[in-house]
């Protein structure tokens, strides 16, 4: 089955929200030379430009160590936007946009270069009548956070909290640190400089549609909230799957691994969104203060309790997609023995009314079958009675399942009946896919993100709290680790699902992960 929207879904705008209205301002990337600049910062603004989201009136100043040109900037972002945007290179477009492309080379830690930014931005802003509104992006390395800030405040690019007549804003990218201290130590020296308020951290995950859209199938559709509970929901599986192994990665990944990497910030933050309650407007604050609710309701995992409740392992040597690739032990700049962990599962329970009793089963990790993240929610059996009367050859539950990537979409599995005399019975899947449906592709998730910080609009955004909370329920997964850990991880084969310790982890419960 395949669901349709309303011939025109514009016919729904009386319940849309307002249209978004954008100051003119100036957007500064730290870090303009790199890869997230050019794959997806230049080609999110572009599209934004094109959609008529973009003020008529911006700018752009790339900040970077690399030494070249405004010309050269200009090109980098051409380069990118015509490899990586949604939406086609337009001669008359580009034109506009690439005049608006500026770039400024020094060190981040020399306090000489804010000097220069600060004249670069006056140069800039002052013949294009660009009021002062300034967005800063931090796409570096986190060691550099501190003394950007604080370069900025010197020389006074820093104005005042949201609400005067000009503002600063901050988008910081992860990671925000490795543990909960380190975490906490980047906060302060943001929070020295810059208001709560002026703060966004950013986690693209939050941007996707399918992310966006599971506040409005929860809250929007009366079908599913009455049984969005321990009483009538068995379990709930949260699957960020990648098919490339790390490569040249790998140096980087030694100090990380899937655990810092993947779930503190974007999988604990997708369980926030399904686990939360309804909140009472949508206010960025009181959307952000429901997820802060499930992070404070986790049932720690601590000490031994890493061994019942967790797993993690290291691809080993495999096939993926017909090609031979060494296993993680052999990229290049992993250590012999090292521990670092490509993969975990983890058996996790938010402890209060809503989902008391409640497993949430997450996996995530590199060089797996293939790239995929999907939400499954399993609803409990039906009785044993009547279609479900044969215990050798039980039902096959209702699951909801929400698709982020590839394919973003949702489908709902339904049990009905097999054309016949007889009343045989199959699952069926009532399907859902935002390019069919709407016939446009979805924007990127960093279009969005961009155009909230543009409108002040925090709820896609983690508070600091978050972050710490989040960091703090992770430390103790790693202190357990460390205190109750082998010194030889378990492997699994590259190409495949995963090792056979995870599926223990979820059949002792008497499930299996399903095939995403």
Same mark, same amino acid.
């Given at each position: 089955?395949?669901?349709?929207?309303?011939?025109?879904?514009?016919?729904?705008?009386?319940?849309?929200?307002?249209?978004?209205?954008?100051?003119?301002?100036?957007?500064?990337?730290?870090?303009?030379?790199?890869? $997230?600049?050019?794959?997806?910062?230049?080609?999110? *603004?572009?599209?934004?430009?094109?959609?008529?989201?973009?003020?008529?009136?911006?700018?752009?100043?790339?900040?970077?160590?690399?030494?070249?040109?405004?010309?050269?900037?200009?090109?980098?972002?051409?380069?990118?936007?015509?490899?990586?945007?949604?939406?086609?290179?337009?001669?008359?477009?580009?034109?506009?946009?690439?005049?608006?492309?500026? +770039?400024?080379?020094?060190?981040?830690?020399?306090?000489?270069?804010?000097?220069? &930014?600060?004249?670069?931005?006056?140069?800039?802003?002052?013949?294009?009548?660009?009021?002062?509104?300034?967005?800063?992006?931090?796409?570096?390395?986190?060691?550099?956070?501190?003394?950007?800030?604080?370069?900025?405040?010197?020389?006074?690019?820093?104005?005042?909290?949201?609400?005067?007549?000009?503002?600063?804003?901050?988008? !910081?990218?992860?990671?925000?640190?490795?543990?909960?201290?380190?975490?906490?130590?980047?906060?302060?020296?943001?929070?020295?400089?810059?208001?709560?308020? =002026?703060?966004?951290?950013?986690?693209? +995950?939050?941007?996707?549609?399918?992310?966006?859209?599971?506040? !409005?199938?929860?809250?929007?559709?009366?079908?599913?909230?009455?049984?969005?509970?321990?009483?009538?929901?068995?379990?709930?599986?949260?699957?960020?799957?990648?098919?490339?192994?790390?490569?040249?990665?790998?140096?980087?990944?030694?100090?990380?691994?899937?655990? @810092?990497?993947?779930?503190?910030?974007?999988?604990?933050?997708? *369980?926030?969104?399904?686990?939360?309650?309804?909140?009472?407007?949508?206010?960025?604050?009181?959307?952000?203060?429901?997820?802060?609710?499930?992070?404070?309701?986790?049932?720690?995992?601590?000490?031994?309790?890493?061994?019942?409740?967790?797993?993690?392992?290291?691809?080993?040597?495999?096939?993926?997609?017909?090609?031979?690739?060494?296993?993680?032990?052999?990229?290049?700049?992993?250590?012999?023995?090292?521990?670092?962990?490509?993969?975990?599962? *983890?058996?996790?329970?938010?402890?209060?009314?809503?989902?008391?009793?409640?497993?949430?089963?997450?996996?995530?990790?590199?060089?797996?079958?293939?790239?995929?993240?999907?939400?499954?929610?399993?609803?409990?059996?039906?009785?044993? &009675?009547?279609?479900?009367?044969?215990?050798?050859?039980?039902?096959?539950?209702?699951?909801?399942?929400?698709?982020?990537?590839?394919?973003?979409?949702?489908?709902?599995?339904?049990?009905?009946?097999?054309?016949?005399?007889?009343?045989?019975?199959?699952?069926?899947?009532?399907?859902? =896919? +935002?390019?069919?449906?709407?016939?446009?592709?979805?924007?990127?998730?960093?279009?969005?993100?961009?155009?909230?910080?543009?409108?002040?609009?925090?709820? $896609?955004?983690?508070?600091? /709290?978050?972050?710490?909370?989040?960091?703090?329920?992770?430390?103790?997964? &790693?202190?357990?680790?460390?205190?109750?850990?082998?010194?030889?991880?378990?492997? +699994?084969?590259?190409?495949?699902?995963?090792?056979?310790?995870?599926? @223990?982890?979820?059949?002792? /419960?008497?499930?299996?992960?399903?095939?995403?």
């Amino acid at each position: 089955m395949s669901s349709r929207t309303p011939t025109n879904p514009s016919s729904s705008s009386d319940t849309a929200a307002p249209t978004t209205i954008t100051q003119p301002c100036t957007i500064v990337i730290f870090g303009a030379s790199g890869d $997230l600049t050019r794959r997806k910062l230049l080609p999110a *603004l572009y599209n934004l430009m094109l959609d008529g989201l973009l003020p008529e009136n911006f700018a752009v100043l790339g900040l970077g160590r690399k030494s070249i040109s405004d010309d050269d900037f200009r090109a980098i972002a051409q380069d990118g936007i015509e490899q990586f945007s949604r939406q086609t290179l337009h001669p008359e477009k580009w034109e506009h946009f690439h005049k608006r492309l500026f +770039y400024c080379a020094g060190d981040i830690k020399a306090s000489e270069y804010y000097g220069t &930014i600060r004249d670069r931005l006056k140069d800039i802003e002052t013949p294009l009548n660009l009021p002062g509104n300034r967005i800063f992006y931090l796409a570096i390395p986190p060691d550099s956070f501190a003394p950007a800030c604080e370069g900025l405040h010197k020389v006074g690019l820093v104005s005042q909290v949201d609400g005067s007549d000009v503002y600063s804003r901050v988008i !910081v990218e992860k990671p925000i640190g490795h543990d909960l201290p380190s975490a906490q130590k980047i906060n302060t020296a943001i929070g020295n400089v810059f208001d709560e308020s =002026q703060i966004y951290r950013i986690d693209h +995950y939050l941007g996707k549609e399918t992310v966006q859209n599971i506040m !409005v199938m929860r809250f929007a559709n009366s079908i599913f909230e009455p049984i969005w509970n321990h009483k009538y929901i068995d379990h709930v599986q949260l699957t960020v799957s990648e098919a490339v192994t790390l490569g040249s990665r790998a140096a980087y990944y030694e100090g990380a691994g899937a655990l @810092r990497d993947m779930i503190q910030n974007h999988i604990l933050q997708l *369980l926030c969104l399904i686990a939360m309650e309804p909140p009472y407007s949508l206010d960025p604050d009181v959307v952000r203060n429901a997820r802060m609710d499930v992070l404070r309701g986790l049932r720690p995992i601590r000490g031994k309790d890493v061994e019942e409740m967790t797993v993690r392992a290291q691809y080993a040597h495999g096939t993926i997609n017909g090609k031979e690739v060494p296993g993680y032990r052999r990229e290049e700049g992993v250590k012999p023995d090292s521990t670092t962990e490509t993969y975990v599962a *983890l058996k996790v329970f938010v402890e209060n009314w809503r989902w008391a009793g409640v497993p949430f089963y997450i996996r995530t990790g590199k060089a797996m079958t293939k790239r995929a993240s999907e939400i499954a929610v399993q609803f409990k059996e039906i009785p044993q &009675i009547l279609f479900n009367a044969n215990p050798d050859i039980p039902q096959a539950p209702n699951v909801l399942k929400l698709r982020i990537q590839p394919e973003e979409g949702l489908s709902l599995r339904i049990i009905s009946k097999v054309p016949g005399s007889k009343a045989n019975t199959h699952p069926v899947e009532m399907d859902f =896919q +935002y390019g069919d449906a709407f016939d446009a592709p979805s924007p990127e998730a960093y279009e969005r993100l961009l155009l909230d910080v543009m409108t002040g609009d925090t709820s $896609l955004f983690m508070r600091r /709290d978050a972050v710490e909370a989040s960091w703090s329920w992770v430390t103790d997964i &790693i202190e357990g680790w460390d205190t109750h850990g082998s010194k030889w991880l378990p492997e +699994y084969q590259a190409g495949s699902w995963g090792p056979v310790e995870a599926d @223990r982890l979820i059949q002792t /419960d008497g499930h299996h992960w399903r095939e995403v």
